[in-house]
């Protein structure tokens, strides 16, 4: 059993993203900026926001974040949102996820300008997705492909199961995979005898959101386990993922742990997707 070390290969990429953008002031007099527009304090979101700054400062592009209070008005939003599209010194406009409840999230997100969407989430980023033209690509879904490559995992012809099927996880991660020519089943809260889909999988790949819910008789032995989901242990008050780390081990080839796995990846992916967009307003070559 091997972990995969999302930490590492994440602190590689930015290096050599650092270096590359250090070329930018003398090629294109500016280097490439994103703001991040958080609404509320939710505490996660917080920390998000933290550690996608930090990564900002690593490889030496521009961050501005941009707080404002749970009680938002969406209008206001908006209007950011059009002043950010216009400033041609801004190549990214993120907004963390999740917004207020008064908020339409798809409204707003369909608001920022295609070519500065960083997250990947816009409606036409994703149809390019799945039409499989140019487009910035989900950063998570991104990660995950260039965590099973760093370790030149095969995946043509595998059978990868996806457990979860959410707009930003789940179904893009599906398509890259299937993309990448495995055989890609997607399962969800309504798939019946769920273990024994799991357990057909050469490549799992769990998103649900429920801490260690994937248990050691739900995979197959010498399988490939990515664990995306982000939860708090109830016992232990840690941080834990979707997959019962120490049982589900032993079983795998490749694994990755959380936290230290696909969440740094998410943020390196961020991060590339800011320079090709940058690369992108400048007519340069990605
Ligand atoms: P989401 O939107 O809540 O979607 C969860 C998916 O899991 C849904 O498709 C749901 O099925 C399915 N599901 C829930 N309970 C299930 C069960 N008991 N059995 C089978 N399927 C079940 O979540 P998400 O945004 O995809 O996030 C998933 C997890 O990944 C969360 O823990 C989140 O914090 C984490 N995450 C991490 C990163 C990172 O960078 N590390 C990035 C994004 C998300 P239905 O569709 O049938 O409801």
């Known amino acids: 059993m091997q972990i995969i070390s999302g930490k590492e290969l994440s602190d590689k990429l930015k290096g050599e993203m650092a270096t590359e953008v250090a070329t930018f002031e003398n090629r294109f007099k500016r280097l490439p900026k994103l703001v991040v527009i958080l609404a509320g304090n939710d505490a996660g979101s917080v920390s998000y926001v933290t550690g996608k700054a930090k990564a900002c400062e690593q490889v030496g592009i521009l961050n501005e974040t941009i707080r404002y209070s749970e009680t938002i008005l969406e209008t206001e939003l908006l209007q950011k949102i059009a002043e950010l599209n216009a400033d041609s010194a801004v190549d990214g406009v993120l907004v963390q996820l999740p917004l207020p409840k008064h908020i ?4 707003i997100i369909s608001a920022i300008d295609q070519s500065k969407d960083v997250d990947g989430f816009h409606p036409l980023n994703t149809a390019a997705l799945w ?36 707009n930003i996880v789940g179904l893009p991660v599906s398509k890259l995979l299937l993309d990448e020519n495995a055989t890609v089943t997607i399962a ?7 273990a024994q889909v799991a357990q057909d999988a050469d490549i799992l790949i769990v998103a649900i959101g429920k801490a260690k819910f994937v248990t050691a008789d739900m995979v197959k032995k010498g399988a490939v386990v ?10 232990t008050g840690k941080l834990c993922g979707d997959v019962d780390f ?22 390196c992916c961020l991060m590339e997707n800011t320079v090709e967009c940058f690369l992108r307003h400048e007519n340069a070559k990605i």
Do not use: F, W
């Open 188 to 194: 969800h809260s309504r798939t019946e005898n769920l």
């Open 226 to 235: 990515i664990d995306v989901g982000v939860n708090r242990d109830e016992r």
């Open 131 to 166: 039409n499989k033209t140019e487009c910035v690509l989900p950063c998570t879904p991104k990660g995950i492909i260039k965590l099973l490559k760093s370790e030149n995992i095969e995946i043509k012809g595998k059978k990868a199961v996806v457990l979860g099927r959410s």
């Open 104 to 107: 339409n999230t798809q409204k």
């Open 246 to 267: 120490d049982a589900v081990a032993p079983k795998t080839s490749y694994i990755t742990k959380v936290p230290g796995g696909v969440g740094p990846m998410t943020i």
